[in-house]
Structures are given as structure tokens and as C-alpha cells.
């Protein structure tokens, strides 16, 4: 092989390299996070809404009052009833975010039923905080 050739197919591989191991740290974020997000969840589900609050990424408890954020789920969250199904449609990795700083988030929808809400979307925003854990920064109706 001309060393041109070698050179190039070092490069070459070198890039598959990265491309694979990034691809690899990417897919393990998006596990993390739905998983971090998959626990949260329950907690809503479950009415536990203080403790959603206080199991929620730092940015989220420093944004929204525990009281509040109670409130807001008892009206509505509460009145849609038990959560009949709930699955992941799409998983989205970004750095940036509207009025939140910048940082690693996943944003995960899901096509979710529940009792008295046959079909809707849920958009869960996890964040990954300072310490390495993934925590759950933003929860919206689509």
C-alpha cells in the first residue's frame, strides 16, 4: 500500500472510530435519561407530586415553586386519571434549550392514554446535572 493509501485508511478508520464511540456515548444519554425520566414518571402517575418536585433537575426547582408545581399537577394532571399506556415515539439529544441554560437535555415524547384522555402527547425534558445523573427538567402536554 502507497503511504498515501495508509495514511488516508488511518484517517478513515480513525473517524469510524470516533463516529462509533460517540454514537455509543450518545445512546447511553438517551438510555439514562429515559430511564431517570421512566422514574419520574411513576412518581407522577402515582400523585406523588411533591416528591416529583423535589426529585427534579436543579434548573426545574430553582424555575417553578414546589407549591406551584403541586398545584398545576392536582389541575391537570390529576383529572386526566390513571395512566392506561405510555410509549416513547421519539428521543432527542440538545444542548440548547429556550430560557434554559445552556448544558446536555434529552427530549422524550411520548404517546401516552389515560383514563379519561384516550390519546395525547407527554414531552418529558431530562438534564443532566453537574454530578453525572440524569433528572427531569420540564413536563409538557403536546
Same mark, same amino acid.
Given at each position: ?42 412518581? +407522577? ?8 418536585? *423535589?426529585?427534579?433537575? #436543579?434548573?426545574?426547582?430553582? =424555575?417553578?415553586?414546589? &407549591? ?37 437535555? +434529552? ?8 383514563? *379519561?384522555?384516550?390519546? #395525547?402527547?407527554?414531552?418529558? =425534558?431530562?438534564?443532566? &446535572? ?13
Amino acid at each position: 500500500m502507497k503511504p498515501n493509501k495508509i495514511y488516508l485508511t488511518a484517517i478513515a478508520l480513525f473517524l469510524s472510530i470516533f463516529v462509533i464511540a460517540s454514537s455509543t456515548a450518545a445512546q447511553g444519554n438517551t438510555a439514562k435519561a429515559g430511564l431517570a425520566s421512566s422514574v419520574w414518571l411513576a412518581q +407522577v402517575d402515582s400523585g406523588e407530586y411533591g416528591e416529583s418536585w *423535589n426529585s427534579a433537575a #436543579t434548573h426545574f426547582k430553582n =424555575t417553578v415553586k414546589k &407549591e406551584a408545581w403541586v398545584q398545576t399537577l392536582k389541575s391537570y394532571r390529576k383529572p386526566l386519571g390513571k395512566t392506561i399506556s405510555r410509549k416513547i415515539v421519539s428521543q432527542k439529544l440538545t444542548t440548547e434549550l429556550p430560557a434554559a441554560p445552556d448544558g446536555q437535555y +434529552v427530549l422524550i415524547d411520548y404517546e401516552s392514554s389515560f383514563e *379519561n384522555k384516550k390519546q #395525547t402527547m407527554e414531552r418529558v =425534558t431530562a438534564m443532566l &446535572e453537574k454530578d453525572g445523573s440524569w433528572k427531569v427538567a420540564g413536563y409538557f402536554f403536546k
